[in-house]
């Protein structure tokens, strides 16, 4: 998922919030609609906030 992350398009500077809204677009119609798929779109959204935080993490780090 690590790559679907980076084909999100976002800067390691971005909100969280720019990070769902650029997750969900990459979702299918029906993907972001199912109910059956609710717990599935969590996983997803929450995966790609902890590649998002891992990427400012080492962001941080190195400009130290």
């Known amino acids: 998922m690590y790559g679907t992350y980076l084909r999100l398009g ?5 909100s969280d919030r720019a990070v769902v809204r650029a997750a969900r ?6 993907a972001r609609r ?12 929450r995966e790609m906030l902890e590649h998002h935080a ?5 962001a941080a780090e190195f400009r130290l």
């Open 10 to 14: 976002v800067t390691f500077w971005a």
């Open 25 to 30: 677009r990459k979702l299918t119609r029906t």
């Open 34 to 45: 199912d109910p059956a798929k609710r717990e599935a779109r969590k996983r997803f959204y």
């Open 54 to 58: 891992n990427a400012q993490r080492l």
